[in-house]
């Protein structure tokens, strides 16, 4: 390894040490509408979050670093609402605008830049409890279980909008992939049967995902989670979910990285956030 490539790596440890004091949690993310609910042609704060219990906070996360925000509408169509972020603002990230009646889903996508390295007990916790046997896997193969590891991450954030009242049409949009590298996808609108389990489904890169560790957190209380499953072979998983409050399912996922690089794995954090009036 170069001296080039050694200095930043070891920059980038020194770096991580002083974020990821509890990496298993470090790098949840999502979006929080202000409402779940709204009536039709009305705009709703947002704001982008990151973390979990005391560590809680408004991500830093840089403009440039967003790669998009996507509205899907009932009809199916897709709406740029880049335009209406505004982050780090003095008590919100943005406003989105929603005019059509129905179940609508903002996507927001991140590039790949993250960086972030952990010493090698760390890294193992971490993984363990993420779930990304990729990396446990492969660190074991390998014989790298002592080493450190360095990996780039993206952030996958899907929200469910309710505009009006629920309809009993079908909603493709809600319960179907929507294209994203890693996406938790609902297998009913959870708006439509409150209260009834929420079977969802893991994809990554258009493919079902079995094995991955899906977290289900409430964020009127978000020290932990209230209920975690393994996604089967088809990449399914079932929740009970209380209809009041607002909720979180994340998912992470990672591959090792085999051409030269500044980094070990390439990692995913995708999450789904839904609420009840």
Known sequence: MSGTIMKHRLEVVMLAGSLLAAPAQ??????????YWLQADASVPITLQVGHGAER???????SRIARVIAFAPDGSARDMRSGLHLRGASDDGQLHFESPGTHVVVLETDNRGRSALPAQRFNDYATDE????????????????????ESYR??????????A???HAESHVTSPLGLSLEIVPERNPYTMPGADLPVRVYFEGEPLAGALVKLTRLE????????????????????V???????????????????SDVDFDTIFSSLTFGFP
């Open 221 to 240: 209380r978000d020290d932990a989670p209230v209920a975690e499953r393994r996604t089967d072979p088809q990449g399914r998983a079932s929740f009970s």
């Open 57 to 63: 906070q408004r991500s830093q996360i840089r403009p």
């Open 242 to 260: 209380a209809p009041s409050g607002a909720w979180l399912l994340n998912v992470v996922w990672t591959r090792p990285m085999t051409a030269a």
């Open 166 to 168: 629920p309809g009993s």
């Open 26 to 35: 470090a790098h949840d993310f999502w979006i929080q509408p202000h409402a």
């Open 155 to 164: 952030r996958v954030s899907k929200a469910i909008v309710q505009v009006g």
């Open 131 to 150: 779930g990304l046997t990729p990396a446990l896997d492969h660190r074991q193969r390998t014989g790298k279980m002592s080493a450190d590891a360095a």
